[in-house]
T-cell receptor, first 115, second 116 residues
Framework: AQKITQTQPGMFVQEKEAVTLDCTYDTSDPSYGLFWYKQPSSGEMIFLIY??????QNATEGRYSLNFQKARKSANLVISASQLGDSAMYFC????????????FGQGTELSVKP | EPEVTQTPSHQVTQMGQEVILRCVPISNHLYFYWYRQILGQKVEFLVS????????KSEIFDDQFSVERPDGSNFTLKIRSTKLEDSAMYFCASNPTKGGIGEKLFFGSGTQLSVL
């Protein structure tokens, strides 16, 4: 069975500093994708970044990068130069080819950026 | 960027009443999903829908739930007799194809359902 684990219920970071949000996953599928979504207090789900299981390089999207360690089954999100607007809930999610295409989510990490 | 649209944004209902949550997926998308998020908890898969039938459903999606694509544009989630524990944010999502693993799901803004 697939599983996503986020062990940090809440994190604090000072504005302009970098922060790492942890995510570990479990799957027996060799082909899978890992996603991070941001959920601000308004509630919508905003896609941030994607990493494929066969990708050789870590994904980057602007200030977001994904530290993908396949052997450890971890896909941590790194946010550089934190901004006040980064305060939100962050969800790690996984999708695998043999699991019907649905996305499964971790429990989320609430990030608070301090001025 | 094209959007998934959900209406209403908030729905309040009495326990035992039927509710219908509405979604308009992105027009060329073929796979549709409903997820729910109980306050403070993770986002949970409810059901996926393709070619006018359910592809997969979770154990949460019991006989009280049903989905329909009545007119080729709307995608609805019906809860026949709401319970207090159905109070949650319900998200609709769509995809152009079946779970290419690299394809992000496009989520709507959600409907906050409150059962009193």
């Amino acid at each position: 069975a697939q599983k996503i684990t986020q062990t940090q219920p809440g994190m604090f970071v000072q504005e302009k500093e970098a922060v790492t949000l942890d995510c570990t996953y479990d799957t027996s599928d060799p082909s899978y994708g890992l996603f991070w979504y941001k959920q601000p207090s308004s509630g919508e789900m905003i896609f941030l970044i994607y990493q494929g299981s066969y990708d050789q390089q870590n994904a980057t999207e602007g200030r977001y990068s994904l530290n993908f360690q396949k052997a450890r089954k971890s896909a941590n999100l790194v946010i550089s130069a934190s901004q006040l607007g980064d305060s939100a809930m962050y969800f790690c999610a996984m999708r695998s080819y043999n699991q019907g295409g649905k996305l499964i989510f971790g429990q989320g990490t609430e990030l608070s950026v301090k001025p | 960027e094209p959007e998934v649209t959900q209406t209403p944004s908030h729905q309040v209902t009495q326990m035992g009443q039927e509710v219908i949550l509405r979604c308009v997926p992105i027009s060329n998308h073929l796979y549709f999903y409903w997820y729910r998020q109980i306050l403070g908890q993770k986002v949970e898969f409810l059901v996926s829908f393709y070619n006018n039938e359910i592809s997969e459903k979770s154990e949460i999606f019991d006989d009280q739930f049903s989905v329909e694509r009545p007119d080729g544009s709307n995608f609805t989630l019906k809860i026949r007799s709401t319970k207090l524990e159905d109070s949650a944010m319900y998200f609709c999502a769509s995809n152009p194809t079946k779970g290419g693993i690299g394809e992000k799901l496009f989520f709507g803004s959600g409907t906050q359902l409150s059962v009193l």
